[in-house]
RNA sequence: CAGGGUGUGGCGAAGCUUGGUAUCGCGCACGGUUCGGGACCGUGAGACCAUGGGUUCGAAUCCCAUCACUCUGACCA
């Protein structure tokens, strides 16, 4: 491509709109607006990247030996009532009406419709196992899009559907997926750690999630300093290690605990720590009250609640349901007298002689011992903490923050029961197929290459996904011969299928120099002084000073870099 | 959903408290001087001040409503 004519722009300033540095930099270098929230155009030479990375996932699934397909992004919203869905997306699920009134929404993921197209073809044991995978555009009302390309409503998402006879056949499926993005990780240059997750709103058996290593994550990922326990946080385990207390039991007494609610002011009135608290907290479990049990330095994993329930949805509840089970206002809920269930973390049944709202409005309880309430159930209930030993090997515990990239599902039955997705084994006995899914987002992965592959002036793209490997700047747009030798230049290595740009736009060299460096080409070309003497310039983005090489060298030093390049991707 | 902020030429902002018909920087056009890390001087074009209503002789400015964008929290008792 050449700058002078074509729809080329920077932006010299920060973007206000914009809260992330990839964000910010993908904007200002021109390679994508946001249109509304959490919706971007793509523009020239974003679309290059997002093509780029495309393929590299394209080449790694059919060197699995999945086959591409396109699914509808519209879809009959039956189809997710079949499959219990409808309600578990609840408002994320972008909904509309045809002309006819009938009820359609657009396409968030697409087990449902994968184990359709399955169904049309899978009859007896001898059509499995396959895989299908599309690079198609999603839809999620997320609450609240942000961080450029990283939370958005609309994006496009490779996703991969395997079918298999069984577990074991599952198993070999899963590893190939895993393996094909293990590659593509490293074909996108990423750092990333690859953690066990919650299966949320896929259901299943197992889910994986390659997490690139990043401030910005939203996620938060706990890894084991002298093992390689890998999580999400949200099923961090944090199992029943808990010393007794041995403490002698003492009388229950009710306390009057005017103007304090929370556990410190609570804390600060008996004088005591928020250790020797029990937090009890009302949960809205599918709209039921759930009263849950911590100790009071803990806080309450709503993951392993709504797991342990199977609920769709899990949130504290309100004031007027808390003050309707527990006959306080919000600052006072015990466990002693409640109605509702209790949940109990391990933690709690070791404790001895500790503090309690009163379900009283100003009132605690002290001296609460197990014998004085019931507890439905006890389980490991509680976030894991900074201070807590490795749950697997009592090492030390690292959190980082982690950008979700891809996440890989073992879904087993779910959707072929629900969906109809059955074949005949050899002894004509009908059996459910065994699924997987498998996703990767391709603009999540743009952004996150950007948040970890930037400097104080721009971009440092990696070779492979860059929008163009080369970009040669010819300084003197008025000089015929240096024009001539650069145009040469730019012929025959875009003709050769190295794809480059040439800014031969007339304007001084510290903007182009700067344009490139905000645009992240990876090598450089300059056309300066030198090359009255027969040399150019060159530089990597990587590198901080360039060298003067010979003109008519260029094209091989850039074929020599791009082979080793490539060889080493392999 | 709850609470806060913002909306002014293409972009970024000032003006609003204390009403009097819009200012600055970037960008853009033209002329000139420049020309190796976002040049300088001069001239110029470009705005129904988010939308709708109200108060007023007069509204970007005050009042009401709506919409959009954005931040914080996703209510930790």
Redesign the pocket.
């Known amino acids: 491509m050449k700058l002078s004519n074509s729809y080329f722009f ?4 920060n ?3 914009e ?1 992330s540095v990839s964000g910010n930099l993908l904007t ?1 270098g021109g390679f994508v607006r ?1 249109n ?3 919706v971007y155009m793509f523009l020239p030479l974003g679309l290059k990247v997002l093509n780029n990375i495309q393929n590299i996932v394209r080449d790694e699934m059919n060197k699995a030996g999945a086959q591409e397909v396109l699914m509808p992004a519209l879809i009959p919203e039956e189809t997710y009532v079949a499959s219990g869905r409808r309600a578990g997306f609840g408002s994320s699920m972008f909904s509309l009406k045809d002309r006819n009134g009938k009820p359609f929404v657009l396409g968030p993921t697409h087990e449902e419709l994968f184990a359709i197209a399955g169904a049309q073809g899978i009859h007896s044991y001898k059509d499995l196992p396959f895989n299908l995978y599309q690079l198609q555009t999603k839809f999620r009302d997320e ?4 961080f450029g390309l990283l939370r958005v409503r609309e994006f496009i998402m490779h996703d991969a559907y395997s079918f298999d006879k069984d577990l074991e056949g599952l198993d070999v499926s899963y590893k190939k997926m895993y393996d094909a993005y293990v590659n593509c990780m490293k074909r996108f240059e990423l750092d990333y750690v690859i953690v066990t997750a919650d299966t949320g709103v896929m259901g299943g058996l197992l889910s994986q999630e390659f997490q690139a290593l990043s401030e910005t994550g939203e996620d938060t990922i706990v890894t084991c300093d002298s093992c390689d326990l890998s999580t999400n946080l949200e099923v961090a385990e944090c199992p029943d290690h808990y010393e007794d207390d041995l403490s002698e039991y003492l009388p229950m007494e009710k306390v009057a605990t005017p103007n304090a ?4 002011e ?1 804390a600060a009135f008996f004088g005591k720590k928020p250790t020797d608290f029990v ?5 809205k479990v599918d709209g039921k009250p759930v009263a849950c049990l911590v100790r009071g330095n803990r ?2 994993n ?1 993951t392993k609640l709504r797991k342990y329930f199977g609920a769709n949805e899990v ?5 007027a349901m ?1 003050e309707e089970t527990t006959h306080a206002r ?4 015990g466990p002693v007298g409640l109605s509702i269930p209790v949940m109990a973390d391990y933690e709690v049944t070791h404790m001895r002689n500790f503090i309690v ?1 009163a379900n009283e409005n100003d009132m605690h309880l002290k001296n609460v011992n197990l014998k004085d309430f019931r507890i439905d159930h006890v389980m490991d209930l509680r976030l894991i903490q900074d201070e807590d030993r490795c749950p697997v090997c009592g090492g030390k515990i690292v959190f980082r923050k982690g950008i979700e990239v891809a996440n890989p599902f073992k879904l087993g039955d779910k959707y072929s029961k629900a969906m109809n997705l059955y074949y005949s084994d050899a002894n004509n006995e009908k059996k459910p197929v065994i699924m997987g899914s498998y996703g990767l987002g391709i603009g999540r992965t743009m952004a996150a290459i950007v948040e970890q592959k930037h400097d104080d ?1 721009g971009i440092l793209w990696p070779i492979s996904v860059a929008p163009y490997k080369v970009a040669i700047v010819p ?1 003197d747009t008025k000089n015929e011969e240096m024009m001539n030798a650069a145009n040469e230049l730019y012929d025959r290595l875009n003709a050769s299928g190295i794809d480059t740009l040439m800014d031969d736009r007339d304007e ?4 182009k ?3 490139m ?2 645009i992240g080409i990876p090598m450089r070309v ?1 056309f ?4 009255k003497d027969g040399k150019v ?1 060159f ?1 990597l983005r990587t590198d901080a000073k ?1 060298e003067l090489i010979d003109a008519n060298e260029a094209e091989e030093k850039i074929r020599n870099i791009l082979s080793d390049y490539f060889a080493k991707q392999r």
């Open positions: 920077t932006i010299r300033e973007i206000k709109d809260d200002r946001k509304s929230a959490g609450p609240r899009p942000r609610k929370t556990i410190e609570v937090k009890t907290l009302i949960y806080d309450v709503e949130e504290l509840a309100d004031a808390v919000v600052g006072f809920a709202g002036w300084l001084r060299p510290g903007v120099f700067k344009d460096d905000l300059t300066g002084k030198a090359f310039e530089k360039a």
